[in-house]
């Protein structure tokens, strides 16, 4: 790291609890290694000490003790009443949770510690010198700034309050210590991510989170599903990961260095708009795809919902699916120098934001309405940072960190309960699908009352957290459609501002489709007659304290998230613009580039025509998903007929995971095979040259020796005719 | 440390000790079967493999030294022994390290005890010639790795054929013999041509010397030839080392050599063997003819063949049904991002190469031990005969699931550091080769994740596996310390980069420099 | 006398080779390679006359020669016949590639 930039120790933070910034990470590792430590002390036997023993012999007997401990395992969930909670269930809970707790206060102090001093420069804390070769001096080194914080503060905040849900939710699985230990390295990688001082640093949180993902998707990976969806999440993530090395490349080639802040520092050098910037910020933004699930990479994030539901929560809905979010505003720098990227993200993020909506209006699954939403709003996110409205972008992120994971804890709980019903009448109908669900409202409340704070932010109800967040980022595509570089530039011949228009369109289109599909899984979960079943319905009772809990406390954040960045248009309900001062020093000059240095400004009336336009357009949604959708009208899943046309398509998700595995897939696989395996390698170099030249050799060797007949006479005949040959030729030279 | 190694002389004697260690073992095996001949057949192979795992142990304890003896950034070699050998030819025994080598000779007397225990229970035919011939092949691959006189470095580089043979033949799979002769084959060709080559390179120094000499510092120092015959023996040195690293396409022996061998022998294989071919490349063809390696053709020829071989590595990896044959692939994929760091010659990605080279020697050493160990228990390899046993083997599947990240290069492991540093290094010089090559980050994830979900996940759907019981002990035990090292070099990678990087540096300064004299044309292309 | 005895040990030796490639019997190829054999000593003899003795001393060699080449030989014919129950050439053809 440039020692210029930041004298080690004289920054002011180098005096506050923020010098202990480094326990951050090292607090969930430490949970990590002790629950990795219990789980595999639960679960593993060590082997005899001679392996190629047959288990015909002493091994016999503990040949049945694994067979029958794999059946417990395998259908304990279906045919005990309450299987035993895992032997370390206990110091789990405590240290798992407790971790998060230690990391989140710590959190806690580093922010009042940064709030107390002012800082010109980021503080840095060098751990280790880590990669020390030729020209490229990357240390391990982490980064606080306002924008690193805010990410700590969401991620061990919201992370606290879902390993305490888990507690709960995940109490009676027998891989307990194993899911903690997943969830606690989780946090630690995202940690790495977002304070991360060098590019480098920062991938590694940024596959280490993915890793973890991998892991918790297929959680339960004895259905082969589970581990589809884990394995194909890690491939897809790879590819955008692809894009995220060749752009460290570019900069490593053409900026000489990898450190965020001296690359921040030498981009502005690079010529505006120019092919460098351009590549380094799309190559980039391909890493985003893949992290933040954005066209054409989403295609993971629906299926990811295979594992745990506070999973989905912690990993696929609040924190490391904004990882891109993260990355494009920590790349602000780079991404303000190239217009046509930055269009490319905003449009993308649109487009992903319209599609993805789409075909939440047609799921059946309560989780996958929950991911086609995730991915929808996080393309609300890349329309933010997109047009150079980090703190937009941010800020969405921040609430929908809060909103999103109420409303997964929510239907986690809702799962919970459906299952715990299904388990008791040992029935196994689907639990998480909404057809069998319906006027739940009745048996957990609390739930139903946090669900609908949840879906009224998400909406954009005024005054909820959504509706701040979502306005300030229509509004900055249209304050940015006159008078910014955006405007100027040309994305593949179309004009920047007709883009801009487009992504404001598609923003709006999304967000009244975001209205209904949100409204239409309250209704045919909680609204209407019950479906679940006559044995069931005893059954069902609000989850317990441990997961409404936290439930109650974002509950509390969704809809009140919104202060942390009121409109100046709104000044009266709290203190303007605190999230955008309390960046202002991370994204402030890079916004102000793509604005062409002026604050980006709307009109009093047009800002109050855009807030009404989007009021209107949130409440219409609702409004026609609750006229229009008749929860009574529906039946069970496995009575209702499948559908057709254009249902099927977005039921099906228009097809795009079976057009992949056609078009890309199925052909590599074949490829390899066909002809990379049998054809190259088996047949032409191992076939024709290696194998091929041994037949030669022995076919010269066959032709030599068919000279040989083995008749004695012959061969005396020959030396004879060669005695007189050589005899003539001496003679009559 | 350093103190007290130079007060026991350490540098003076150890790489001749080494060297000879194993000789002394191998008298002492054949003592012991003279001795037991008459003992029970189960008693002998206890006693033969503690024997000899005695000293592997002693070796590996014995060269630990030379992490603190061998300054890296000294100029000149170190532990350096110069005796006469056949005077008449002038042929001499000259041995010494450099950080290089010194990283290599220790990976290698640290991985044969792993190897060793690894195949612990496994052979029980004939284990007293089988032990001696792992000693005698530690002897090969330490001399090739330490020889500083090229009729040496010829001998030691061919007396790993033969053990290597006898392994594979003798205790391989069901065809062995093909895999043995083949390999056999493979590598002699190869090497025939260097010894034409290294004959040419001892006449020519003679001539300048005035006496018979074979020293490689005279020979880098004094031989200058014209280009095409520069071309020539760079041919003959690269053909030998490709078919050992192996470079597509000369890679065929490999599949089949690592499938067929027994554990030790692929462990040793992959570790070992297919580094003395990068090793080869950068000890040999590059700094003795910079200009023909530096030749835009030829460079953009063996790049070429690098990038080839790591997709095309992945690829076929991604369709074998043979666990074993698939970490073999993926090996010519790993090794193909070796030759790329080293020519694509700048200091990042030469160190990534050799990072690579110790990397993949760690983690594939490791994959071939865990199927070794899973196939004493179930007696297959092949993939589609596993599913869901990580709940029977809880330990096991833990232990492949973080060596098969560390082989994918999963950022936190050692496979990362130094696939990021090739590649970075690499774009400097090789844009498009290097992007081209980074798109191996997904195949290789898709390979190994798609056979370890084959492996260990999924259903537990097959009866066979319901008893396989975990790991044990000594298998753990084994094991851990390469766990150690994949986190190690992943997290903390710094002692190994600075062990390298002054001989790194030196060898892209000089072959730069050397390749710019001879062909100035050249020089844009090879400037950074 | 000399010419006369050369030109017979001529005849023996020609015999000898047609005998040799032309018969199939073991038995009689062996004669034909004594009749050879007793050509040659035939020569030596002859020439003895003018080159000195030098010739009869290797006459008695080549006799010593195939008296151990006819022990050898007809063991090495009766093994085969034993084994083969014949002695004729064109069946044995073992070295036949």
């Known amino acids: 790291m440039n020692p210029a930039l930041t004298p080690e120790g004289a920054h002011p933070l180098a005096a506050t609890v923020a010098r202990l910034v480094w326990m951050l990470p090292l607090l969930p590792l430490l949970g990590f290694l002790i629950n990795g430590t219990l789980a595999m002390l639960g679960a593993a036997k060590v082997g005899p000490a001679d392996p190629s023993a047959d ?68 503080y840095l804390v060098t751990l280790f010198q880590w990669m020390p070769v030729g020209d490229l001096a990357l240390d391990a080194t982490f980064l606080l700034d306002p924008l690193s914080m805010v990410m700590v503060l969401v991620i061990t905040g919201v992370g606290m309050l879902i390993h305490i849900f888990s507690v709960g939710y995940m109490q009676d699985d027998p891989g307990y210590p194993r899911y903690f230990a997943y969830l606690n390295l989780f946090v630690f990688f995202m940690l790495v991510l977002v304070l991360g001082g060098s590019y480098p640093l920062l991938f590694v949180g940024w596959e280490g989170v993915g890793l973890c993902s991998y892991l918790l998707i297929g959680f339960w990976f004895s259905e082969k599903a589970n581990a589809d969806a884990g394995k194909k999440a890690f491939i897809v993530n790879r590819i955008g990961d692809f894009g995220f090395l060749v752009a460290m490349f570019l900069m490593f080639a053409n900026l000489g260095s990898l450190d965020i802040a001296t690359v921040a520092e030498k981009a502005v050098e690079l010529p505006m708009g120019g092919a460098i910037a351009t590549a380094i910020a799309l190559f980039l933004f391909l890493g985003c795809t893949g992290k933040s699930a954005q066209i054409p990479l989403y295609v993971w994030l629906p299926d990811a919902m295979a594992g745990p539901t506070p999973v989905s929560a912690l990993i696929h809905a609040a924190t490391m699916v904004t990882a891109g979010v993260y990355l494009v505003a920590r790349s602000a720098a780079v991404f303000s120098m190239a217009p046509v990227a930055q269009l490319t993200v905003a449009l993308v993020g649109a487009l992903t934001a319209f599609f993805a909506a789409t075909i939440g209006l047609k799921q059946w699954d309560i989780k996958k309405v929950l991911a086609y939403s995730t991915v929808s709003q996080l393309g609300y996110m890349f329309v933010g940072v997109g047009v150079g409205a980090y703190v937009a972008g941010v800020f969405h992120l921040v609430t929908h960190a809060f909103f999103k994971a109420l409303l997964f804890l929510g239907s986690g709980s809702v799962i919970y309960v459906m299952h715990a019903a299904y388990h008791a009448t040992h029935n196994h109908d689907d639990a998480q699908d909404m057809r069998n669900m319906g006027g739940l409202k009745s048996y957990m409340p609390v739930t139903f009352y946090l669900m609908w704070t949840a879906t009224l932010a998400i909406a954009g109800i005024p005054l909820f957290s959504g509706f701040f967040s979502k306005d300030e980022i229509l509004g900055s595509v249209f304050a940015r459609i006159h008078h910014s570089t955006l405007a100027e530039a040309t994305l593949l011949g ?85 999230l955008e001062h309390w960046l202002e020093p991370v994204v402030g000059e890079a916004g102000l580039r793509t604005t062409l240095g002026a604050a980006p400004h709307l009109t009093h009336e047009t800002e109050i025509v855009l807030v009404g336009i989007a009021i209107a357009i949130a409440v219409a949604g609702i409004a026609f998903a609750v006229m229009r959708l008749k929860p009574a009208a529906l039946v069970p899943k496995k009575d209702s007929p499948a559908s057709e046309g254009i249902d099927r398509v977005l039921e099906n998700k228009y097809f795009v995971d079976e057009g992949y595995d056609a078009a890309f897939v199925q052909p590599t696989i074949g490829v390899s095979r066909i002809v990379l395996w049998k054809g190259i390698d088996a047949g032409i170099i191992d076939g024709l040259f290696v194998n091929g030249s041994a037949l030669l050799a022995r076919a010269f060797g066959w032709m030599g020796s068919q000279l040989q007949t083995g008749q004695v006479g012959t061969y005396a005949w020959v030396l004879l005719i060669g005695v007189i040959t050589l005899l003539g030729a001496f003679t009559f030279r | 440390m350093t103190a007290f190694l130079s007060s026991i002389n350490y540098n003076a004697w150890i790489v001749p000790v080494l060297l000879l260690l194993p000789v002394f073992g191998a008298a002492g095996l054949w003592a012991h079967a003279l001795m037991s001949a008459k003992d029970p057949d189960d008693k002998r192979w206890r006693e033969v493999r503690l024997l000899a795992f005695g000293f592997f142990l002693a070796e590996a304890i014995l060269s630990l030294g030379l992490w603190w003896s061998i300054d890296p950034a000294a100029a000149g070699w170190q532990a350096a022994v110069d005796v006469p050998w056949i005077p008449q030819w002038g042929i001499r025994f000259s041995v010494g390290l450099d950080g290089i080598s010194m990283t290599l000779v220790l990976l290698t007397t640290l991985m044969m005890p792993l190897a060793v225990l690894g195949s612990w229970t496994s052979i029980r035919t004939k284990p007293h010639a089988y032990y001696t011939m792992l000693l005698l092949l530690t002897v090969g691959m330490l001399g090739v790795f330490a020889s500083l006189d090229l009729v040496l470095f010829y001998v030691m580089w061919e007396i790993m054929l033969v053990p290597m043979y006898l392994i594979i033949g003798v205790w391989g799979g069901e065809r062995r013999l093909y895999a043995a002769i083949k390999f056999f084959i493979y590598t002699m060709i190869g090497s025939l041509l260097m010894l034409v080559a290294i004959l040419y390179l001892g006449s020519e120094a003679s001539r300048i010397a005035g006496a018979p000499t074979f020293s490689y510092d005279f020979i880098l120092n004094n031989v200058r030839l014209d280009p095409t015959t520069t071309l020539w023996l760079f041919g003959a040195f690269a053909l030998a080392f490709a078919v050992k690293v192996p470079m597509f396409p000369f890679h065929t022996w490999l599949p089949d050599a690592h499938v067929e061998a027994p554990t030790a022998g692929s462990v040793i294989l992959a570790s070992i063997m297919l580094k003395m071919g990068t090793f080869g490349f950068v000890r040999f063809a590059l700094p003795l003819f910079p200009s023909a390696a530096m030749n835009p053709a030829v460079r953009s020829f063996i790049i070429a063949l690098a990038v080839i071989g790591i997709i095309y590595g992945a690829l076929v990896a991604l369709v074998q049904p043979d666990f074993k044959k698939l970490v073999a692939y993926s090996s010519v994929s790993h090794l193909g991002f070796v030759m790329l760091g080293i020519f694509a010659l700048t200091t990042e990605s030469m160190q990534g190469a050799l990072m690579v080279n110790i990397n993949h020697g760690v983690s594939t050493g490791a994959l071939f031990l865990l199927i070794g160990m899973i196939y004493e228990r179930r007696h297959t390899r092949m993939i589609a005969d596993y599913g869901g046993i990580a709940k029977v083997v809880p330990i096991f599947a833990t232990i492949l699931t973080i060596v098969c990240l560390s082989s994918i290069g999963v950022p936190g492991t050692n496979g990362f550091i130094g696939e990021f540093l090739v590649l970075v290094g690499a774009y400097k010089t090789q844009p498009i080769a290097t992007v081209i090559s980074a798109t191996a980050v997904i195949f290789a994830a898709a390979y190994l994740l798609w056979a370890l979900q084959r492996i260990i996940y999924n259903k537990l759907d097959k009866p066979a596996n319901e008893a396989v019981k975990d790991l044990n002990w000594r298998e753990i035990g084994l094991l851990v310390p390469l766990l150690i090292a994949i986190v190690w070099m992943g997290v903390y990678p710094k002692p190994l980069l600075e062990k390298t990087e002054p001989a790194a540096r030196r060898l892209v300064t000089y072959v730069e420099a050397q390749a710019g004299k001879a062909a100035p044309a050249t020089a844009s292309n090879t400037a950074r | 006398m000399l010419v006369e005895s050369l030109a017979l040990s001529a005849v023996l030796f020609t015999i000898g080779v047609v005998g040799v490639l032309t018969r199939r019997n073991a038995i009689i190829i062996f004669m034909c390679v004594e009749l050879m054999l007793n050509a040659v000593n035939l020569t030596f003899v002859a020439l003895s006359k003018v080159y000195g003795a030098t010739g009869q001393v290797f006459v008695v060699f080549t006799m010593t020669v195939a008296a151990a080449e006819a022990a050898v030989g007809l063991a090495i014919i009766i093994a085969i016949f034993r084994h083969q129950r014949t002695v004729n050439l064109s069946n044995i053809n073992l070295l036949k590639g």
Not at chain 1, 77 to 101: C, E, Q, T
Not at chain 1, 541 to 546: Q, R
Not at chain 1, 562 to 576: M, Y
């Open chain 1, 494 to 578: 179309i004009p920047g501002s007709t883009v801009l228009m487009i992504v404001y369109g598609l923003g709006l289109a999304s967000a009244l489709m975001t209205a209904i599909y949100m409204t239409r899984m309250m209704l045919y979960t909680f609204h209407g007659p019950n479906r679940t079943g006559e044995a069931e319905r005893p059954h069902l009772k609000e989850a317990p304290w441990v997961m409404t809990g936290p439930l109650v406390v974002l509950g509390l954040l969704a809809a009140f998230g919104g202060w942390l960045n009121v409109p100046a248009l709104l000044g009266a309900i709290g203190p303007v613009g605190g």
């Open chain 1, 55 to 122: 288990g015909h012999g002493h091994g016999h007997d503990d040949a049945h003790g694994h067979g029958a401990a794999h059946g417990h395992d395998a259908h304990g969930h279906d045919d005990h009443g309450h299987p035993p909670r895992h032997k370390f269930a206990g110091i789990v809970s405590l240290v798992g949770p407790g971790v998060l707790v230690a990391a989140f206060a710590l959190a806690l102090g580093c922010f009042f510690a940064m709030r107390s001093v002012e800082m010109e420069h980021p």
